[in-house]
């Protein structure tokens, strides 16, 4: 099984819990690759503007997070028609060392050599994004999520560009506490911050401090995505 | 990659001055004695403690019963807040303090507000100011205790301490303020201060890690939190770590003697590097107050760009400073002094704490001020956001203003 390759030191299991751990206690934070990406990413414009004329041509352009929340990634893609394989993968990232990596690892991982068709690109899972950057410290591994929901977001605007709506998929949100408004994606997003158990969430999310009627559907989330994130319950 | 090595985290803390480690080791090899041991060897260290304890009262302007040596500035808070929680318990149970607190006072207020105390935590204004009327309003008849910061760790914003203790005073309440970062710039005398407790450690200070020191004012009875051989005058038991006091009380007393030189120097660069940071990078805010502000502290939030980042392009060119971004801390919120300022979570993401030492040479600064835009350009180039914030500019020139109309003035 292509087991993701968080750094697991001791140090950062207690970093997945939350502990303030910022390094290996070797040299670095991150990998050489991670490092490698950071400084020369790929795929790039050299300015904004380029961006800005890039967007007129490209066929699919997706979106995510904000300046508030810490985290940005637009993803711009170009795509063979006839073979629907990506020609280019192009990017912009407002974030972290490990946000930037990612996104620069992932267009690369995407559009290199021949480039992988849609269907293929879909089935990289942020974990392989991980892997390719040799390990990312496991309360950066939200990072990599943001990349694949990013091109996801791009794939989902190419198909509606080219009227293949029945093709679009969107993760619908779903309400969990009825008081606060919180979904299902704020307890995803709060697992992939850290927040290993319900008290940890709550004090994220303040999921359920109103709403008690909600808690075990909570805890039941919470389990399933550390499942489907750290393989771990 | 590069040669320069500019350390501008002064703030986390300092390298030891070697004085002051020269000081240390004799404390380890030659006079190495327990205090408490009933012989020479141990007199010897019990002697040089008593001097120590005399220095540091010195500084303080207080009397040597009053200082009590700790194993660190956390230490210290703990043992003031809960110490005197601890004694009032069952007649008081109200204390007062600010959003902007070291996490030291905030975390030992919440766990006391967890065994039935009740707190009150003021806000601050944009420039990260308590309102002394918000407090004089806060203050109840079963309220023991106000801790309220001298300087602030993150963005150098500086308290009125003499009013605030003016007011406790007026209302009988004990006052502790937490001076780790104000010890190296500003004036410790505690009965100027008006202050019933106040905290000191040795990192911040060129001196040594894992020491710190808490004046009790007399008359002011906490609970020890330590329990044992009734050392430091029982309130914290333990054989005392006398290298790291002897290193600290020099390096405090090092520290208080060059402070006001020191502080115009740094106060100098400090500006010069907040002026032309903001001329030459758009989109620039400083966080924390323009000029009732720590000499060594240079605090700005670049928007577009996230902090984390800036800081690994900086580290790559040997600069060294630290961040109030989401990504660097353990919670992944970002900080929450500059959160508690009103500051906007975006300008919060991209915010970078310079923190000037005495090593800090003006050649420094004006590195800094050369390969900044760069990188910040660099990573807006990169960056999906544009924000257009119209008050941007105009609150950069109104900081430029309060900037220039202090310097005018002196």
Redesign the interface.
Same mark, same amino acid.
């Given at each position: 099984m292509n087991e993701l390759k968080v750094i697991q030191s001791e140090k950062d299991k207690f970093a997945l819990a939350g502990d303030g751990v910022s390094h290996d206690g070797k040299s670095w934070f991150y990998t050489d690759v991670v490092k490698d990406h950071f400084f020369n990413p790929r795929n790039i414009f050299k300015t904004t503007q380029e961006a800005d004329e890039y967007a007129k041509e490209a066929d699919g352009i997706g979106l995510v997070g904000s300046p508030a929340c810490g985290d940005g990634m637009k993803m711009f893609i170009k795509i063979d028609k006839d073979t629907e394989k990506l020609e280019e993968v192009k990017w912009q990232t407002f974030g972290c060392g490990t946000a930037i990596a990612s996104t620069s690892a992932y267009s690369v991982m995407l559009a290199e050599g021949n480039g992988m068709t849609v269907d293929e690109a879909l089935k990289v899972k942020p974990k392989d994004i991980a892997d390719y950057l040799g390990g990312i410290p496991a309360r950066k591994f939200h990072c990599s999520v943001l990349a694949d929901k990013a091109f996801r977001e791009a794939v989902n605007d190419y198909y509606k560009k080219t009227g293949q709506n029945e093709k679009v998929k969107t993760d619908g949100k779903k309400i969990i506490d009825n008081v606060l408004k919180i979904t299902d994606h704020d307890i995803e997003h709060a697992v992939l911050e850290g927040a290993m158990d319900f008290e940890a969430v709550q004090k994220k999310t303040k999921v359920g401090v109103h709403d008690k009627e909600c808690i075990p559907m909570v805890k039941n989330l919470i389990k399933e995505y550390k499942e489907k994130y750290f393989g771990e319950d | 990659m590069t040669e320069r090595k500019v350390y501008m985290d002064n703030s986390a803390t300092t390298r030891m001055d070697s004085m002051v480690k020269e000081e240390m080791d004799k404390y380890f090899t030659e006079i190495y004695g327990n205090p408490g041991s009933f012989h020479s060897i141990g007199l010897d260290a019990k002697q040089a403690m008593d001097n120590a304890r005399e220095r540091a009262a010195k500084v303080l302007n207080a009397k040597t019963s009053e200082i009590i040596f700790t194993g660190s500035g956390t230490e210290s808070i703990n043992m003031a807040i809960k110490g005197l929680a601890y004694a009032v318990q069952g007649k008081k149970k109200h204390i007062i303090t600010s959003t902007a607190e070291h996490h030291a006072v905030l975390e030992t207020c919440e766990y006391l507000e967890k065994k039935g105390f009740d707190v009150t935590y003021l806000k601050v204004d944009r420039d990260g100011l308590i309102d002394l009327d918000e407090l004089k309003n806060a203050i109840r008849d079963d309220t023991f205790l106000v801790s309220i910061m001298y300087a602030n760790n993150e963005v150098g914003t500086v308290q009125d301490i003499k009013e605030i203790g003016k007011i406790c005073s007026e209302k009988n309440v004990k006052f502790h303020t937490d001076a780790c970062q104000a010890s190296g710039y500003l004036d410790l005398d505690v009965k100027e201060l008006n202050v019933d407790m106040l905290t000191l450690n040795g990192s911040k200070v060129y001196g040594p890690k894992g020491v710190g020191l808490l004046y009790l004012k007399m008359g002011t009875v906490i609970e020890p939190l330590i329990h044992g051989g009734g050392q430091e005058n029982n309130k914290r038991s333990g054989t005392e770590n006398v290298p790291g006091i002897m290193a600290f009380v020099k390096a405090l007393e090092i520290a208080q003697e060059n402070r006001v030189a020191e502080s115009e120097r740094l106060v100098a660069l400090r500006n010069k590097m907040i002026r032309e940071v903001m001329e030459k990078i758009p989109k620039v805010v400083l966080n924390g107050h323009p000029t009732k502000r720590l000499p060594n502290n240079v605090n700005l939030s670049f928007?577009?760009? %996230?902090? %984390?980042?800036i800081l690994? *392009?900086l580290d =790559?060119k040997g600069i060294y400073a630290s961040s109030g =971004?989401?990504?660097?801390?353990?919670?992944?919120d970002?900080s929450h002094v500059i959160l508690a300022m009103g500051v906007? *979570?975006?300008f919060a993401?991209g915010s970078i704490r310079f923190s000037l030492g005495k090593e800090t040479t003006a050649e420094d600064v004006d590195y800094v001020i050369k390969v900044l835009p760069e990188i910040i350009q660099n990573l807006?180039?990169? =960056?999906?956001?544009?924000?257009d914030l119209e008050n941007v500019e105009s609150e950069q020139k109104k900081i430029r203003e309060k900037i220039r109309i202090h310097e005018a003035k002196k």
């Open positions: - | 928007l577009d760009v %996230e902090g %984390e980042a690994l *392009y =790559s =971004s989401a990504c660097t801390s353990k919670t992944l970002p906007p *979570y975006e993401h807006r180039n990169i =960056s999906p956001f544009n924000l």
